[in-house]
């Protein structure tokens, strides 16, 4: 299996600030990296696939970045409606697997 | 629009098989994609189950192979989970998800709501 380890677990951060979780695979997966957001009692939602791509209609202050084993997912300004948690996952290998999540909270 | 749609028991006692159902409406399963199950124990990660191709091949989670089947009923537009000899570590809510239109088969785009399924005698 392919290891996600996700750090860091939980963030505090204000209002506009820039928030950054990153994720790391034990092996290289190349793009193959997705992010979701998950809010309480609801299913995850796509924000960001192949490790840089938007998906439609997410605000563009969501991105991603890297390729291999190491990723990021930034916030570029946090705002109140990004209260969640969120997760990494890998789909190189076809036993897919998440990382263990950052739940975002407001400071 | 696509909807997937859990249904089966809230309940299962241990050492039983849990049994979920997804049906899905706005397109047909046999059109193509991976269909895939996420479970989530309450207050913890999401795991990925397994996933199944309109065809009926699969894949599953190797820590949960030896006790998993999902199978695909193309006639009712519907796929489903078989998981036997459960525990208390089952407990959890369980998803259906789909690929988003044209994505590669990990990247889950519609999600079911979840279905709670709680172990326990």
């Known amino acids: 299996d392919i290891q996600m380890t996700q750090s860091p677990s939980s963030l505090s951060a204000s209002v506009g600030d820039r928030v950054t979780i990153t994720c790391q695979a034990s092996?290289?997966?190349?793009?193959?990296l997705n992010w979701y957001q998950q809010k309480p009692g609801k299913a995850p939602k796509l924000l960001i696939y192949?490790?840089?791509n938007l998906e439609t209609g997410v605000p563009s202050r969501f991105s991603g970045s890297g390729s291999g084993t190491d990723f990021t997912f930034t916030i570029s300004s946090l705002q109140p409606e990004d209260i969640a948690t969120y997760y990494c996952?890998?789909?190189?290998?076809?036993?897919?697997?998440f990382g263990g999540g950052t739940k975002v909270e407001i400071k | 629009q696509v909807q997937l749609q859990e249904s089966g028991p809230g309940l299962v006692k241990p050492s039983e098989t849990l049994s979920l159902t997804c049906a899905v409406s706005?397109?047909?399963?046999?059109?193509?994609?991976?269909w895939g199950w996420i479970r989530q124990p309450p207050g913890k990660g999401l795991e990925w189950i397994g996933s199944?191709?309109?065809?009926?091949?699969?894949y599953y989670n190797p820590s949960l192979k030896s006790r998993v089947t999902i199978s695909v009923d193309t006639s009712k537009n519907q796929f489903s989970l078989k998981l036997s000899s459960v525990t208390a570590a089952d407990t959890a809510v369980y998803y259906c998800?789909?690929?988003?239109?044209?994505?590669?088969?990990?990247?889950?785009?519609?999600w079911g709501q979840g279905t709670l399924v709680t172990v326990s005698s």
């Open positions: 706005g397109y047909s399963i046999s059109s193509g994609y991976y």
């Open positions: 996952q890998q789909y190189d290998n076809p036993a897919l697997t």
């Open positions: 998800a789909r690929p988003g239109d044209g994505y590669s088969h990990g990247i889950f785009d519609y």
């Open positions: 192949d490790a840089s």
């Open positions: 199944i191709y309109h065809s009926g091949s699969t």
């Open positions: 092996q290289d997966i190349s793009n193959y």
